[in-house]
Protein backbone atom coordinates (compact mmCIF):
# COMPACT_ATOMS: atom_id res chain seq x y z
CA UNK A 1 0.00 0.00 0.00
CA UNK A 2 1.27 3.24 -1.22
CA UNK A 3 0.58 6.52 1.09
CA UNK A 4 1.19 10.17 -0.25
CA UNK A 5 2.52 12.37 1.92
CA UNK A 6 3.05 16.15 1.48
CA UNK A 7 5.53 17.41 3.82
CA UNK A 8 4.84 19.53 6.54
CA UNK A 9 6.63 22.67 5.40
CA UNK A 10 5.60 22.33 1.54
CA UNK A 11 1.88 22.10 3.35
CA UNK A 12 2.27 25.17 4.64
CA UNK A 13 3.18 26.93 1.55
CA UNK A 14 0.59 25.89 -0.22
CA UNK A 15 -2.13 26.88 2.48
CA UNK A 16 -0.69 29.83 3.29
CA UNK A 17 -0.31 31.79 -0.19
CA UNK A 18 3.84 31.90 0.63
CA UNK A 19 5.23 32.43 -2.57
CA UNK A 20 2.26 34.41 -3.88
CA UNK A 21 3.05 38.12 -5.04
CA UNK A 22 0.89 40.51 -5.14
CA UNK A 23 -0.40 42.62 -7.93
CA UNK A 24 -1.39 45.60 -7.21
CA UNK A 25 -3.30 48.83 -8.82
CA UNK A 26 -3.51 52.27 -7.39
CA UNK A 27 -5.72 55.38 -8.76
CA UNK A 28 -3.80 58.21 -9.29
CA UNK A 29 -6.60 60.46 -11.07
CA UNK A 30 -8.58 62.16 -9.74
CA UNK A 31 -11.52 60.51 -10.64
CA UNK A 32 -13.50 57.59 -9.46
CA UNK A 33 -13.14 54.87 -11.25
CA UNK A 34 -13.71 50.88 -12.01
CA UNK A 35 -9.84 48.59 -11.54
CA UNK A 36 -9.34 45.26 -12.01
CA UNK A 37 -5.68 43.30 -10.34
CA UNK A 38 -5.53 39.88 -12.06
CA UNK A 39 -2.98 36.97 -12.37
CA UNK A 40 -3.71 33.03 -13.66
CA UNK A 41 -4.64 32.29 -9.91
CA UNK A 42 -6.64 35.04 -8.88
CA UNK A 43 -8.75 38.52 -9.58
CA UNK A 44 -10.13 41.07 -7.92
CA UNK A 45 -12.16 44.45 -9.25
CA UNK A 46 -13.56 47.19 -7.84
CA UNK A 47 -14.10 50.85 -7.71
CA UNK A 48 -11.43 52.54 -6.45
CA UNK A 49 -11.12 56.41 -5.05
CA UNK A 50 -8.39 58.61 -5.39
CA UNK A 51 -5.60 57.27 -4.33
CA UNK A 52 -7.02 54.01 -3.14
CA UNK A 53 -5.08 51.14 -4.40
CA UNK A 54 -6.60 46.99 -5.06
CA UNK A 55 -4.44 43.80 -4.88
CA UNK A 56 -4.77 40.35 -5.94
CA UNK A 57 -2.37 38.14 -4.64
CA UNK A 58 -1.71 34.99 -6.96
CA UNK A 59 0.97 33.35 -9.76
CA UNK A 60 1.23 33.41 -13.31
CA UNK A 61 0.83 36.09 -15.43
CA UNK A 62 -0.38 39.58 -14.08
CA UNK A 63 -2.16 42.52 -15.18
CA UNK A 64 -3.81 45.44 -13.91
CA UNK A 65 -6.69 47.53 -15.98
CA UNK A 66 -8.97 50.45 -15.13
CA UNK A 67 -12.38 51.22 -17.08
CA UNK A 68 -14.72 54.27 -16.86
CA UNK A 69 -17.91 51.55 -15.32
CA UNK A 70 -18.08 48.24 -14.95
CA UNK A 71 -19.85 47.32 -18.08
CA UNK A 72 -17.52 49.48 -20.78
CA UNK A 73 -15.42 47.42 -22.81
CA UNK A 74 -13.22 49.06 -23.35
CA UNK A 75 -10.21 50.62 -20.70
CA UNK A 76 -6.70 50.26 -20.39
CA UNK A 77 -4.67 47.52 -19.16
CA UNK A 78 -0.91 46.72 -18.46
CA UNK A 79 1.03 43.72 -17.85
CA UNK A 80 3.05 43.92 -14.86
CA UNK A 81 5.31 42.15 -13.01
CA UNK A 82 4.61 40.61 -9.71
CA UNK A 83 5.07 41.86 -6.18
CA UNK A 84 4.37 45.95 -7.26
CA UNK A 85 2.09 48.38 -7.74
CA UNK A 86 1.27 49.82 -10.81
CA UNK A 87 -0.04 53.68 -10.35
CA UNK A 88 -2.65 55.19 -12.70
CA UNK A 89 -2.06 58.57 -12.94
CA UNK A 90 -4.77 59.61 -15.78
CA UNK A 91 -7.36 57.88 -17.26
CA UNK A 92 -7.69 58.17 -20.97
CA UNK A 93 -10.24 55.72 -22.53
CA UNK A 94 -9.10 53.31 -25.87
CA UNK A 95 -5.90 52.42 -23.82
CA UNK A 96 -4.53 55.85 -24.33
CA UNK A 97 -3.59 56.12 -19.91
CA UNK A 98 -0.91 57.66 -18.62
CA UNK A 99 0.83 55.21 -16.09
CA UNK A 100 3.68 55.53 -13.68
CA UNK A 101 5.42 53.30 -15.77
CA UNK A 102 5.75 55.05 -18.54
CA UNK A 103 8.02 57.80 -16.38
CA UNK A 104 10.18 55.73 -15.12
Not at 17 to 37: H, M, P, V, W
Not at 86 to 100: G, I, M, P, T
Amino acid sequence: MMTNLIPAALLLALTSGAGLAETCIRNGDATRLFFSAETDTARRTGWLEPGAALCAAGAGHERVSVFEDEDALEGCTRLVPGGGTELLLRYASFDNCLWQSHLD
